[in-house]
Structure formats: C-alpha cells, structure tokens
C-alpha cells in the first residue's frame, strides 16, 4: 500500500506498506483460495484499513491482480475483503495490470531515448511491457509467478538440480510464445521491478557479483549458489532474507533467470516503483481529467468504425437527462456520469458484426477486450448498459452487478435507453428543450406543445419503450 499527496504538482509519496501474504499459496487444486489463505488476507487488509479511514473515496483506488482473476471463489472472498477493508476492490485484466506496472516504473526511473523492457514478477502472473517514455503498446502477463513455480518445484524446500532444471523448463514452455515477437521489437535498455527482483538485486550486490542492477551473468553465478545451498531455509542466513521471501525466492529465481536468457538481458536495472506506484499516477491522472479511459473510448470509437456524430448526439442527451435527475435519483457520483458517457459513445459497437442483436455482440467485445483503464468490474458495468440499451428490460437484468449498485446502473440504463431512442432517426438537428422528471419508478418526459404530433415515428417509438421498461417497474408518460 502507498498514500501520497500533491506537492507542488509532483506526486510525494508519505508511506509504503508492505506485507507478504502470499495470496496464491492459498489456491487449491480446483483453484479455490483456502480458508487459511483469506483470513491472512483479511487480517492484513483489517490494518491498511486503520491508515485508509481519513482518505477521501475518491482519492484511493485498491485492485486486485492475477490471484484473484484465478480464483473460483473470488467472488465470496472479495465481499469479505471490502467489508473488512471499507472499499471495493476492483480485479483488474493481466493486460491493465502490465500497464499500471509500466506506468510506475517509468515514473521512478531516469527517461531514455528508444524503447525501455520492463518485467515484473509477482506471485502467480509475470508482466513483460514495451513501451516508450510513458506510453506502453506491447503488454503480455504470463501466468507464472515466484509463488506458484516454488510451490510447482520447490514445494519441500529442496533446491537440487533436477527441481531446478524441471521449473526451467516450465519457465521455458511459458516463454516459448512470446519470446521471438519481443526480440524483434527490441529495446535500449531492460527494468525490472517487483520484491522478487529488488531481493534477488541484494543478493548479487552481498555477494559482489554486481554493483550496478542484476547481470546475466550475476544470475548464472546465483543459480549455482542456490544449488550449493541446497535448501530454502538456509537462504534466510546466507542472505538475510525475510522468510517469506525466502520461501519463494528460488521460484522467482528461476523465472527471472528464464527471461533474461530466452531475450538475450544482459543488464537489468532495478526500479524502486511498480503496480502499486502505477495506480497511484493512474488515480492522479483521472483526478486531473487525464483519464487514460477516455483514451481508450475514443480508441474503440476509432477501432469499429463507429458513427462519432451518432455517439455524441446520444451521449450529450444522456447527459441533459442525467443533470435533470441527477438529485432525485442519487446519482451524483461522478463515476456514474463517467458510465453513462462512455455507454452511449460506445452503444453501438456491435454495429461493424451486423444489426440484428447488435447490442448483444456490442456487450460481449466490450466485456471480454482488453480496454486499458477498465478494470473487469468497470467492463462489466459498461457491458450491461450496452447489453440493455434496447429491446427486452427484464427486472432481473442488473442482478449480476454489486447490490448497491444495481438499482443505480438501471436507472442509468433507462436515461441512456431515452437518449437511444430521442436520437433514432440520427438527425443533425438539434432536439427541443426536454423536461424529465422522475418520482421513484416513475418518469414524466415532457416536449414543447405540438413537437410529438410533428414527430410521431417518436412518439411511437416512446410508446414502445414505455412498454418495455413497465417490465422492470418503470412507468413512462410523456407529451
């Protein structure tokens, strides 16, 4: 965990916390986390929460990463973790956590000319990133990790040369697809970043195998000293390691080792800033209106050919709409407007498949594409918004979002459902002054005098729709 404040414009950072709970160890054969596993979780999470009590909602932002994408129980877990916590946590894609990695790496570490190599090792995923100065395009999180290779071959603590050779060949298997694509792509200088490589960078600089980041051949010379070593607990001693990191330190060794010999690394240097440093510049940018999911939008807008004049014609009604009942029906937060905004840019992406059901294939790109910034309960959101922007409007439809914010997310879907259909006949002309007013489940639309017998494909299509949302509760009048 970080807190950090503003400081004349510069992000400064107040506190670091850090415990090793080592959530991946808990995952069983069926990819459920252990009983065991969550409550030192729990426990952990109990005392960040003390240090979280006087920091604004809007000013903190806790993800979760490739253990919990993993977990079949994660669900359950997560209910637990945000009650003890007092904040949701959102699970974020292996695609986003690479980014956020990058983008704090970059900021704790001198600029370079050309293209910068940055991995990360963290429990159960590695993250290799491309990318230049600040902005990263080539991102790849692999599911192996200190904790689950050391559990995979070092699981009794015995460091010999077969467990070895055995984990190198998983590192190697894991490797094999995307090694050729990053050597091709090259790079000016290699960082690494994460506890594993900050620790395995103290070994090499104790033993003076390296003054200067971790060489290729720092590591050959560590991997014969693991081998002479020859069992996990002594690696406290040798090398003043924390237990648990010495538990899963040959395991994060090995993947190390792995990378840097299949891309050809010959020095890595060693960056002080990662993930959590990462959503720390993230949450700044968003703060300062510099949301990279804006970015993103705009580059789904571009990727499937959407009708740009069409999105923002819904999404400025959507808007005039929302600030109309914005009080009435709690939705002042400024994530929802954000939601209901990118919802009504993006409605009609399932467009570019085909028109029957478009709105259903719009909703499965936007739920299962990598969208930078998005974390997968954000891609859930705008999925469902998409997914119910027309047709059926069942009771039951927002059932699968979070209690608290389901019926939110309905009355989004309703305002953005008004907007889709005010803008059916995608004309360049302005529509008139509107005037919604809601009590509860109950909607009144009003038109100046005479503008519905003028437009009465409009006053059909509201006829319709009134239909539809009388199946969810809502009852439309309008004229």
């Avoid at 990263?136 to 692999?142: D, G, I, P, R, Y």
């Avoid at 995979?152 to 190198?168: H, Q």
Wanted: aromatic share 6%.
């Amino acid at each position: 965990m970080i807190v950090a404040r503003i400081n004349n414009g510069q992000v400064q950072i107040l506190d670091r916390l850090r415990e090793m709970v080592q959530l991946a160890a808990g995952l069983d054969s069926r990819n459920r986390l252990s009983e065991e596993s969550q409550l030192r979780a729990l426990d952990c999470l109990a005392r960040f929460g003390q240090r979280l009590r006087q920091i604004p909602p809007e000013q903190l932002r806790v993800v979760g990463t490739n253990t919990l994408r993993q977990a079949r129980n994660s669900v359950v877990f997560l209910t637990r973790a945000e009650a003890v916590l007092g904040h949701s946590i959102e699970t974020i894609s292996g695609q986003e956590e690479a980014r956020l990695i990058y983008l704090g790496v970059v900021h704790n570490v001198a600029d370079v000319p050309g293209q910068r190599l940055v991995v990360d090792i963290g429990g159960g995923s590695t993250e290799l990133i491309l990318g230049r100065k600040f902005d990263s395009h080539h991102l790849t999180s692999l599911k192996m990790g200190c904790v689950s290779l050391s559990r995979a071959c070092f699981d009794k603590g015995r460091v010999t040369e077969s467990r070895m050779r055995e984990a190198e060949l998983l590192v190697q298997l894991k490797l094999e697809p995307v090694c050729e694509e990053f050597r091709d792509q090259g790079w000016q200088v290699a960082t690494g970043a994460s506890g594993t490589i900050k620790a395995i960078q103290e070994v090499v600089k104790k033993e003076s195998w390296s003054h200067e980041g971790i060489t290729l051949e720092s590591l050959r010379r560590l991997r014969a000293a693991l081998l002479e070593t020859g069992r996990v607990e002594t690696l406290s001693a040798r090398w003043q390691l924390e237990p648990a990191r010495a538990q899963v330190f040959a395991g994060g060794f090995v993947v190390l080792h792995g990378l840097c010999e299949a891309l050809g690394v010959e020095r890595l240097e060693v960056s002080e800033g990662a993930l959590r440093e990462g959503v720390i510049y993230d949450l700044l940018g968003r703060i300062r209106h510099e949301d990279v999911r804006d970015r993103t939008i705009a580059t789904v807008i571009d990727r499937y050919g959407l009708d740009k004049a069409q999105s923002e014609r819904v999404s400025a009604t959507a808007w005039i709409l929302l600030n109309q009942v914005r009080d009435a029906w709690r939705l002042t937060g400024e994530e929802l407007a954000h939601n209901l905004e990118w919802a009504a840019r993006l409605h009609e992406t399932g467009l570019l498949l085909t028109h029957d059901q478009y709105h259903k294939h719009g909703a499965y790109i936007l739920e299962h594409a990598d969208l930078p910034g998005f974390s997968r309960s954000d891609q859930v959101v705008l999925a469902t918004l998409v997914r119910r922007h027309r047709r059926g409007f069942p009771a039951k439809a927002f059932e699968h979002l979070p209690r608290e914010f389901a019926p939110l997310a309905q009355r989004l879907c309703v305002l953005l459902r008004l907007a889709v259909v005010l803008h059916r006949g995608r004309s360049r002309h302005a529509l008139p002054l509107l005037n919604l007013q809601v009590d509860r489940q109950r909607l009144e639309l009003h038109f100046p005098e005479k503008w519905l017998d003028a437009n009465p494909l409009t006053r059909a299509d509201l006829s319709s729709e009134a239909r539809y949302l009388k199946k969810a509760g809502f009852r439309l009048e309008f004229g």
